[in-house]
DNA sequence: CGAAACACGTGAGGC
DNA sequence: TGCCTCACGTGTTTC
C-alpha cells in the first residue's frame, strides 16, 4: 500500500533533509536534494543499511503477529475482517471457556477419598415435558455388583439414566449421573428419596467390603492404602 | 517514554516542513521555521486537533489490545515479558488443543444410531506394571440389564474397568470403557476376545429389544424414531 | 465530514 | 557492538 521509499531518499533524508527532529537546521542549506551524493560517507551508507534492515525486521515481526491472528480469526471462527482488539477479546472469553470447561470435566470425575453423596434437581431444565431431572453424584469403595444394584435402585425408585459418568481408580469409584423421573411420581422432595436410597446404597459397600473375603464376595485384587481411612 | 511533540510544531510541519512526501519542495522557502504564526489559519488549528485526536485514539487501540495480551499472558500463564508473537502462537497451539479436548468429549459420547463396537489396545501405555490396557467402545439399543451384563462379561474374562463413560439419549446407549487385564492372562491379542465377547453382548441386546413387550422385559418408556434402522 | 482500524517506519531500550 | 521488541505518531482506507 505505502509506497516504498528507496534507501537513497531515506539516508539522505536523515543526514540532510531532517525538518521535525532537529531545531537547529538554517535555511542556507547548499543542497537539499536527495541525491547530492558529495555529502554521503560510508558511515551514512552503515547508517542506511541499518535502518533498512530495520525496516525489513519490523516488517517481518507485523508478519508474525499478524499470521497468528489470522489463525486465531479462523480457531473462533469469526469475520476475517474483525478487527484485531475484538478479535483478542473474544480470544480471552474463548480460552477461559474452554478452560473451566475442561477443568470441570476432568476435576470432577476424580473419586475422592471420604464417601461422598451429593443430590440436586435441576430447577432450570423445565422444558415440562412431564420429567422431572436430577443430578446425582457419589463416591464410595468400589465393588462388583456395584451397577447391578445401582440400576436395581434406581429401577425401584422408577428413575431412568440419562448420563453416566464412572471412573474407578484403585478400588474407589466415583459416578456423576443424570437421572430423569416422571412428575406424576416425582417432585423437589425426590432429592431426599434419592439422597436416602443411596446412603443405604453406599452403607452396603461398606459392609460388603469390611466383611472381607471370606465374607461375601472377593474384593478388588487392586488395593491402594485407603482403607484406613475413616467412613463418613 | 517518547517525548511528547507538540501540536504547534506538528502541524507547522505538516504544512510548511513537509520533506520526504513531497517531492515538489524548492529551497526557497521564506519561512520554514515551525513558530512562524503568520502562517497558521484556522484550518490549520482543525488539522491540529484533529491529528491530537486521531493520536489519542491509536493510543486507546494499542491499550485495548495490550490489555487482552495481558490477559491472554496470565492464562497461559507464561512468562510477562513473553513477546507478543511467541505469545500469540502459543494461544493458537492451546486453543487448538482446548478445543479438540472438548470436541472428543462432547462428540465420543453421543450414541450412534447403528450398533458398533470398536476394540484397541493401549500399545503405548507399557509401563511394564504387569497389566495390560485396553479400550473398549460400543453403541447398542439400551436395556435395564445391559449394566449388569457388561460387569459379568469383564469378570469372565478377568478384566476390570478403570474408567466407563456412558451415556443413554432416548433409548440408544454408548458406552466407552477403559479395562485393564493381567500380562500373565492376557496380550494383545485379547482384543479379539473382547471384541466377540462385546458381539455377543450386542446380539443378546438385539433379542431382547426384538422379543417386544410379550417376550422379556419391557422396553423403555421413552422411544425414539430409531428402531427401524437396519442393524450392522 | 468524522470515527475507527490498519500498516508503516522510526526512536528507545533490553540483552 | 548488533539484533530484537515495543510504543509511538503518522498516512491511508473504509464505513
Do not use: W
Not at 547548499?30 to 554521503?40: I, V
Not at 434419592?194 to 453406599?202: I, M, P, V
Not at 460388603?208 to 472377593?218: A, D, K, L, T, W
Amino acid at each position: 500500500m505505502q509506497p516504498e521509499i528507496s534507501d537513497q531518499i531515506l539516508y539522505s533524508f536523515l543526514i540532510g533533509g531532517s525538518c521535525a527532529s532537529s531545531t537547529t537546521t538554517t535555511t542556507t542549506r547548499s543542497s537539499f536534494y536527495p541525491f547530492a551524493m558529495e555529502d554521503t560517507s560510508s558511515q551514512d551508507k552503515a547508517l542506511a543499511t541499518t535502518l533498512r534492515k530495520h525496516r525489513e525486521g519490523e516488517r517481518m515481526r507485523r508478519e508474525r503477529i499478524n499470521s497468528s491472528l489470522n489463525k486465531l480469526r479462523n480457531l473462533l471462527s469469526c469475520n476475517p475482517k474483525t478487527d484485531k482488539a475484538t478479535l483478542l477479546a473474544k480470544v480471552v472469553q474463548r480460552v477461559n471457556e474452554l478452560k473451566q470447561q475442561t477443568l470441570e470435566i476432568s476435576n470432577e470425575n476424580v473419586p475422592s477419598e471420604t464417601d461422598e453423596i451429593s443430590v440436586l434437581n435441576f430447577e432450570n431444565c423445565s422444558n415440562d415435558d412431564g420429567r422431572i431431572i436430577f443430578k446425582l453424584s457419589f463416591c464410595c469403595e468400589d465393588r462388583p455388583d456395584l451397577m447391578q444394584d445401582l440400576v436395581e435402585t434406581l429401577k425401584s425408585l422408577q428413575m431412568e439414566t440419562l448420563y453416566a459418568y464412572m471412573t474407578t481408580i484403585g478400588g474407589r469409584t466415583r459416578n456423576d449421573l443424570v437421572v430423569v423421573g416422571n412428575k406424576e411420581q416425582h417432585s423437589v422432595e425426590s432429592v431426599k428419596l434419592l439422597q436416602n436410597a443411596f446412603e443405604s446404597l453406599l452403607e452396603r459397600s461398606n459392609q460388603s467390603v469390611m466383611m472381607g473375603h471370606g465374607g461375601g464376595r472377593e474384593r478388588s485384587k487392586r488395593r491402594r492404602p485407603l482403607d484406613h481411612i475413616k467412613r463418613v
